[in-house]
């Protein structure tokens, strides 16, 4: 249930510690947690409950059993509450049971907006095959380009956490593991020989790491083929029990690389004890480009002819990766619908749209393909009919729901890029932790219009801020709210307690938005997603772009991670993938 750091600590710590769940929260209590000197007691029991979102979100309340009062009589700051409460699970815990009259120093939420089994609606369409995408941080795919241009062939283990999203399994590579030198018995341009002392060591790597093991080799030479030879099916034979066993993954899987231009074109299988095999379909390179191969053996079909005078700006190639990227829009609104607009005519066929809201009159100013007579429809569904009349071939999905909740934030690992599209704080969050732990960029948009004391307008602010693995997150950026994000984890009814008693911000209220200036933020958005396709833009790209339409400005700036955050490469987290709790964050009850 708790970040395994956390686990560590507590373990350390507090060994008699027990941890419980509770309508989404987690509670641990701490027997005889030692007070300094000034309290009427020399110990007392803790209980400590942390609130979905942490550990972003900061640790929700605490209360003390029996209760502590300083010994000079003065009042301990906010803790003023001495309330009766009797945690269900708990209550047995602690012997003999007994309620928990408590300090408390926030009110507590035990309810989550929109829970329910309706806070889900979910519709898929269109046909759908297993696609399996090996996806690569750049720092890996830069390793494996230069090798594909050594002369002579190389080999090594890559280390990949694999994630299965029904239909759409994704590897998340983790760590290559190259043969040492002294490990080949022979190494040519056309051959190698590897002694098994060459890759064992990788396959224990493997099984501590959680991942499955790739072997990895190349096919030198600008005109090399990457596909396996009669020598590679052989090798295979030999190995493959060997790869599956010691990993402890029960999978043996294979690429193959050979240089193009600066790049690499690859193939590669997966083989899980007892079959079949499958293809490795694509590699997605996530970092300062990003990068869509297919599999070798794989024919690339040319673009219909509509797409023309976009093939005629960057080439058939990159509208061919268009239409095979899978693409997930958070939010449906004004921003929303004008980036799936422009996605759908620039030939993206893959779209899964996520929105809680139904359109209201007011949003028809804004949202495209709406009209008077989708009012009170759900947004995702008047959004995808409209695509679906731009291009019938459209594979689109909807989510009427948030990503707040763990079963549709786990949606979005089956996509190779999010757009966040929403103005609250809380899904940021997840967003912004789903860019590092599953490799998937994410580009997130705000606007802001601000006015004077009179009412008139004097701000259009508008960012588009470029999560991928080497960029600072949203938190390391402080472009999250986190007293607002707390907020919106509670129950709209919780939350005007809380703004009440002044211990959270109210939310804001409706905003306003005008379809110009949302629109423009927009296709500022897609204008990012094309440079780090086609590659335009300067060698160091910003990371951030902010648009100050009132003054007709744009600039940029770039992140980097901080040490020790997540978003940093130190902490082990690019690639998680599906460990536990999915994105080493709480989720509330759903
Ligand atoms: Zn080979
Ligand atoms: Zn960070």
Not at 420 to 446: E, H, K, M
Request: glycine fraction near 10%; aromatic fraction near 6%; charge should be neutral.
């Amino acid at each position: 249930m708790l970040p395994p750091i956390d686990q560590g600590h507590l373990q350390a710590r507090a060994p008699g510690h027990v941890v419980s769940l509770d309508g989404g929260m987690i509670a641990i209590v701490i027997p005889s947690f030692p007070l300094p000197n000034g309290f009427t007691a020399a110990a007392a029991d803790l209980m400590l409950r942390l609130a979905p979102g942490y550990p972003d979100v900061q640790p929700d309340m605490w209360w003390f059993a029996p209760a502590v009062r300083r010994t000079d009589g003065q009042p301990i700051a906010a803790t003023e509450s001495r309330e009766v409460y009797l945690w269900p699970h708990l209550a047995a815990l602690v012997a003999p049971p007994q309620p928990w009259p408590v300090a408390v120093r926030n009110r507590f939420a035990r309810e989550l907006p929109g829970a329910g089994p309706e806070g889900t609606r979910g519709r898929r369409e269109g046909p759908r095959r297993m696609t399996t995408t090996l996806v690569l941080p750049g720092t890996l795919a830069d390793e494996i380009a230069t090798a594909a241009h050594n002369p002579l062939e190389c080999a090594g283990v890559l280390l990949a956490r694999r994630v299965d999203v029904g239909g759409e399994d994704r590897l998340l590579g983790r760590s290559l593991h190259w043969v040492p030198q002294a490990a080949y018995k022979e190494q040519s341009p056309h051959h190698m020989m590897i002694r098994s002392e060459g890759y064992v060591g990788a396959l224990g790597a493997a099984e501590a790491d959680g991942a499955i093991p790739i072997w990895f080799h190349t096919h030198p030479g600008e005109g090399g083929v990457p596909l396996p030879s009669k020598h590679d099916r052989q090798v295979d034979r030999d190995i493959a029990d060997l790869f599956q066993l010691r990993s402890g993954s029960g999978v043996y899987a294979t690429l193959i690389a050979s240089p193009r231009g600066e790049r690499f074109a690859f193939s590669g299988e997966l083989t899980p004890e007892g079959g079949p095999t499958t293809l490795i379909d694509r590699v997605w390179i996530v970092g300062e480009r990003w990068r869509l191969i297919q599999n070798f053996a794989r024919q690339a079909s040319a673009p219909d002819v509509i797409f023309d005078r976009n093939v005629r700006a960057f080439g058939s190639d990159i509208q061919a990766v268009l239409g095979d990227l899978r693409v997930a829009i958070v939010g449906s609104g004004g921003t929303g619908s004008a980036v799936a607009e422009q996605l759908v005519r620039l030939g993206v066929r893959h779209l899964l749209l996520i929105d809680n809201d139904t359109l209201s009159e007011s949003n028809v100013t804004r949202v495209y393909g709406s009209t008077p007579d989708d009012i009170s429809k759900a947004k995702v569904e008047v959004l995808r009919s409209h695509l679906t009349r731009i291009a019938p071939n459209l594979v689109g999905s909807t989510i009427q729901g948030m990503t707040t909740f763990k079963s549709i934030a786990k949606a979005l690992r089956a996509v190779d890029l999010v757009f966040g599209c929403t103005d609250d704080n809380a899904g940021r969050l997840v967003l912004s932790r789903l860019s590092t732990f599953l490799l998937t960029p994410v580009i997130d948009v705000g606007i802001l219009l601000s006015s004077d004391r009179n009412g008139a307008l004097i701000g259009i602010d508008g960012r588009i801020t470029t999560l991928t693995p080497g960029a600072g997150c949203l938190v390391c950026r402080n472009r999250v709210d986190m007293a607002r994000a707390a907020a919106e984890m509670r129950t709209p009814e919780e939350r005007k307690k809380l703004a009440d008693e002044g211990y959270a911000p109210a939310l804001r209220q409706v905003e306003p938005a005008v379809v110009a200036f949302t629109t423009a933020v927009a296709a500022a958005a897609v204008n990012e997603l094309l440079d780090r396709l086609i590659g335009y833009g300067p060698a160091e790209r910003p990371t951030e772009t902010l648009l100050r339409l009132h003054e007709r400005e744009i600039s940029t700036n770039r992140a980097v991670p901080r040490d020790g955050h997540y978003c940093h490469p130190g902490t082990g987290k690019w690639g998680a993938g599906d460990e536990e709790p999915f994105l080493g964050q709480l989720w509330g009850a759903e």
